[in-house]
């Protein structure tokens, strides 16, 4: 079973529903972390949820991130299966950039 090191990048440019990641057919992945930063000087906040097939899961309802701010959203690393979808929405568009680093294993 190979692994796979690689990166999500998002700028949230809207206030929609943003996916940061789809985790594909025969995989599995570890996130090691999600860091989310303001740019704006002005702060905001984030939702994280995981979708699981018609099931939504929510990591993170609200999280702020002060202005010119980092804030890492994971503590431990967070596994997700086949198929499963993270999602990411900023309350105020332009203001929020989300790097997430994880793991594939085929």
């Not at 529903?17 to 702060?43: M, R």
């Not at 804030?71 to 198929?83: F, I, K």
Request: glycine letters at 4%; zero cysteines; aromatic letters at 6%.
């Amino acid at each position: 079973m190979p692994n796979s090191y690689k990166n999500a990048l998002l700028d949230l440019t809207s206030t929609s529903e943003t996916t940061l990641y789809t985790v594909p057919t025969a995989t599995s992945t570890i996130f090691k972390s999600i860091l989310v930063s303001d740019d704006s000087g002005s702060g905001d906040s984030i939702t994280l949820t995981l979708t699981n097939g018609a099931n939504v899961f929510s990591i993170y309802k609200t999280k702020t991130v002060s202005a010119n701010g980092t804030e890492e959203l994971l503590s431990q690393p967070l596994v997700l299966e086949e198929d499963q979808i993270l999602k990411v929405t900023a309350t105020t568009a332009d203001r929020l950039h989300v790097v997430g680093s994880f793991i594939e294993v085929t």
